[in-house]
């Protein structure tokens, strides 16, 4: 029998708030095998390199127009912008997988640019530096070793709730989003972890970064388009459950 472990990341800017979940897969089957929120550096990395596949829900990149906007404006070289101004900040804020999120889900992703997920996505840009170190290939399309993943609009593709089931006030819609996604993917054995999901969010989406990982690697999840490879590799890209 071969057993295959994935891994999911709820990355936050301080580790105290960073959910690291582990499946154990075989035959199809998958079990949460571990569970903790409190993952510092080194124990994300560690699991990174165990993995067959890590999901990760933190923007892997910044928006190119963003950083050549930075550049710019740090040289004194900035050409004034001629589109209006919402539509100039606007391609600034938001990354290619952003916009294909969106159009797909309706849903608009937190801008890394200008929302304080920035700072999560900076102790990433740290984390990836140490794993390209130790060799492990974190291609940011998804080709290497790891997936960027967004729970909520997985939950929306998958017909549940996407919202209102974060934060200590709003455990009554983790039980029930628990209970739904248990009907919806059968194949997935909670092991005893479902009341730490229910109690915690950042418990609950590590869970779900670790299994659109699984189905990313089954390859059912949308890749990123052949004409913006090259965008991606820079900006990452989200992986989405087919349906």
Known sequence: MTVKLFAGVDLAAEASRTGLAFLS???????VDRLKVGADDSSIIEAISVAERTGVDVPLGWPDQFVELITAHSAHELHPPRSTDRQWRRGMAMRATDVAVHERTGLWP????????????????????????????????GSGALFEVYPAAALKVWSLQHRGYKGAKNSASRLELVAALSERIAYMDWNGHKDQCIEDDDALDAVLAALIAYEAFSGRCVPPPEDLSATIKREGWIWLPKS
């Open 25 to 31: 897969e075989s035959d199809g089957k998958c079990v």
């Open 110 to 141: 937190l801008s890394v640019a200008t929302e304080r997920i920035a700072y999560a996505a900076m102790r990433w840009a740290g984390i990836e530096a140490n794993l390209r170190e130790s060799g492990i290939r974190v291609a940011r399309g």
